[in-house]
Structures are given as structure tokens and as C-alpha cells.
């Protein structure tokens, strides 16, 4: 399971403000390169179509699915702490388990709204 954990508008390219809902996975325990432990959680973004007091609405419901890393096309990433510029290959992405997508369409969401 996911968590809709908060919304950001956004700008498309062609100009246009939409929201996207920033999805964030379970705690996990990782291990540092200086051998220390952390914990930390996976997140991503994802494209809705909904107004903002919808994506309002919608934080903390969960989503059946998990946040896994694929790799796509090279880009460059500003490390806002340090400025240090590094190429990327990979990113977070939100990945429905099977039959996600139906079973959280049947869900009673939007009644609340």
C-alpha cells in the first residue's frame, strides 16, 4: 500500500496548472554508506485530474500498489543542499498492484466530497 500523503500543482508543458498527488510508500530501514542505519520512506508523484480541494480531500487515503525504481531516459538532478549537479537514469514510479486500479475505482472515495 501507498499513502496520498500531499498535492503540488504543477505546470504542464504546454503552460497549463494541474495537481499531482505525492504518493509515499511504507518505512523502511536502510542501511547508510557509513554503515549506520535510517529510516526512510520511497516517494513519487503522480498526475491526477482533480481540483485542489479534491486532492485536499484525498490525503491519507491509501492506494493499493507499491513505489518502485525504473530506469528512463537520462536527466539531470540539482541536489538542493549542496548544489551538486548529478545525471540520473532511474526514478520512483507508483506501480498498481493487479487489479489496483479497478478495486480502488470501486471504493467510495469521491462520496465524501
Given at each position: 500500500m501507498v499513502k496520498i500523503v500531499d498535492y503540488k500543482e504543477r505546470i504542464s508543458s504546454d503552460g497549463?496548472?494541474?495537481?499531482?498527488?505525492i504518493l509515499q510508500g511504507g518505512v523502511e530501514i536502510i542501511e547508510s554508506a557509513t554503515g549506520r542505519m535510517y529510516a526512510t520512506a520511497?516517494?513519487?508523484?503522480m498526475v491526477s485530474s482533480f481540483d485542489e480541494p479534491t486532492c485536499k480531500m484525498l490525503i491519507g487515503q491509501d492506494i493499493p500498489g507499491t513505489i518502485e525504481k525504473?530506469?528512463?531516459?537520462?536527466?539531470?538532478?540539482?541536489?538542493?543542499?549542496t548544489g551538486e549537479v548529478t545525471v540520473l537514469e532511474e526514478r520512483w514510479e507508483y506501480i498498481p498492484e493487479a487489479s489496483a486500479v479497478e478495486a480502488f475505482?470501486?471504493?467510495?472515495?469521491?462520496?465524501?466530497?
Open positions: 497549463k496548472p494541474f495537481m499531482a498527488l520511497r516517494k513519487t508523484s525504473v530506469e528512463c531516459d537520462p536527466y539531470e538532478y540539482t541536489n538542493p543542499t475505482n470501486n471504493q467510495d472515495v469521491m462520496q465524501t466530497v
